[in-house]
């Protein structure tokens, strides 16, 4: 080990690989998908500890490392969400103008700050991204730039701590020999990649074909909708709750009725789990599981943290036939963040952002209507809870244009289980604290 910022020199400028970051924080926490509030603890902890020490970095996202994450819409919204906190809610400076390590805008930049040295990740979510990050390295140890790897970090009063790779003159030569193949590996990743998030559609059930064009389309259309509707601005996560349920449920009526005349809907056109295509919701249990998440996202706002965390740890994982509409909804998720970055004439408050999403507490509220609620238990949300919520399905209701989709109430319209059991050691039941019903009214 050996000290990264040695007397905190204050020249000492250095640089963070923000995909690295996310990529680290997101495989060495225990973290647990879909509640974003734990992720962004960790991020946090991981750089107040260089602001603290007085620290001069910047963190950059490369554009083309946003389409190595095609194939994963919740992480692609995730990062996008890391993204728009770090600008809006922190001091960071931050990057996002450059292609990649090898575009000529990034050159400039390395020769006008030229920084002491690099934290990157060697390795990636999948190979093509590896290889990604391993040119990346190349470049900048050809550059002079040290690298540190952001595992390992450690730290304690005075100085941060890490396993660091200086630049030598082998790394010089390696590159100039093999800068041709490098550009050329890097090209065919970028192309690669571009292509598959240019593509018209994908299928999520046999025939249910998702058309990414006609999504963001529904989304522009909706954001202006929502803004006349709100003119004096909202949180961030009624913004995007409303309208990936508007628009997701829009689309899914539209990807149903097209599907009317196929005979059989299990008709595999995609290397999907085989599992994932045995039903796919009917529109009124996708507007079951909206009208839950408007519920998460009210009790996001409204309840503090020490009563949400008095909520039982759920064994149980969404239903594989759910997967598709879900990863649906994080796809929306993604292109209404995105599209929000063009927009300066909205007052949305990105506070919330850290908060976006919690699928522990969406999967405590769906284990209630299947389980409890037929049991007798009375969940008083209070009167404050309800109009939030009644307020917020309207919206959607309205930004939709479908009435036939219901009210508020009841939640849960339908009986198809959302929720399995997950395969657990002997006696590794539902461990939860005793659910007691709670009231929340206005001052």
């Known amino acids: 080990m050996v000290s990264l910022l040695k007397d905190f020199v204050e020249s000492e400028f250095f640089l963070i690989d923000g995909d690295s970051l996310f990529i680290t924080c997101v495989s060495n926490v225990n973290f647990k998908k879909g509640q974003t509030l734990h992720f962004f603890y960790i991020v ?28 994963y819409p919740e992480l692609q919204a995730l990062r996008m969400i890391l993204i728009q906190h770090l600008e809006h809610n922190t001091d960071v400076t931050i990057h996002t103008e450059f292609s990649n390590c090898l575009s000529p805008e990034w050159e400039i930049f390395l ?21 990604f990050l391993n040119i990346f390295i190349i470049h900048a140890l050809q550059k002079k730039i040290s690298i540190v790897q952001p595992s390992g970090i450690e730290s304690d009063v005075l100085r941060i701590y890490g396993y660091c790779a200086s630049s030598c003159y082998s790394h010089r030569l390696f590159f100039e020999m093999h800068e041709k193949q490098l550009r050329h590996a890097l090209h065919a990743y970028v192309i690669e990649y571009f292509q598959k998030s240019q593509g018209t559609g994908i299928f999520l059930y046999g025939h249910l074909k998702l058309n990414l064009g006609d999504m963001q389309k529904e989304i522009h259309q909706t954001l202006s909708l929502l803004q006349n509707l709100w003119p004096e601005g909202a949180d961030i996560r009624s913004v995007v709750c409303s309208i990936s349920c508007s628009v997701t449920l829009k689309l899914y009526k539209k990807m149903l009725h097209k599907a009317e005349d196929c005979e059989n809907l299990n008709i595999c056109t ?6 994932d295509l045995k039903k796919p919701p009917t529109l009124k249990e996708a507007a079951d599981l909206c009208r839950m998440l408007c519920l998460t ?3 996001l706002q409204r309840l503090p943290l020490f009563q949400r965390t008095k909520s039982r740890i759920i064994t149980h994982v969404w ?4 997967s598709p509409f879900l990863r649906t909804l994080k796809k929306c998720e993604f292109f209404i963040l995105k599209q929000l970055e063009a927009r300066n004439n909205w007052n ?28 007798g238990l009375n969940l008083e949300l209070g009167d404050t809870l309800m109009q939030e919520c009644l307020k917020l399905w309207n919206t959607v209701l309205l930004l939709s244009g479908d009435g036939d989709l219901g009210g508020l109430i009841p939640l849960r319209t339908t009986s198809r289980p959302f929720l399995t059991q997950k395969q657990t050691s002997p006696g590794g039941a539902d461990n939860f604290l005793k659910l007691t019903p709670f009231r929340i009214e206005s001052d």
């Open 348 to 375: 949305v408050n990105f506070t919330g952002l850290p908060d976006l999403t919690d699928n522990i507490l969406w999967k405590n509220i769906a284990y209630y209507y299947e389980i409890e609620y037929s049991r």
């Open 111 to 131: 020769q006008q700050c030229y920084p002491y040295f690099l934290i990157v990740s060697e390795r990636g979510i999948t190979p093509c991204q590896t290889d």
């Open 44 to 71: 946090e902890q991981f750089l107040h500890d260089f602001i603290q020490k007085e620290a001069k970095f910047v963190i950059v996202f490369f554009k083309d490392a946003e389409n190595m994450y095609f194939s």
């Open 297 to 299: 996202v009210v009790l």
């Open 270 to 275: 995609e290397n999907h789990n085989t599992q």
């Open 319 to 322: 239903d594989s036939t759910l």
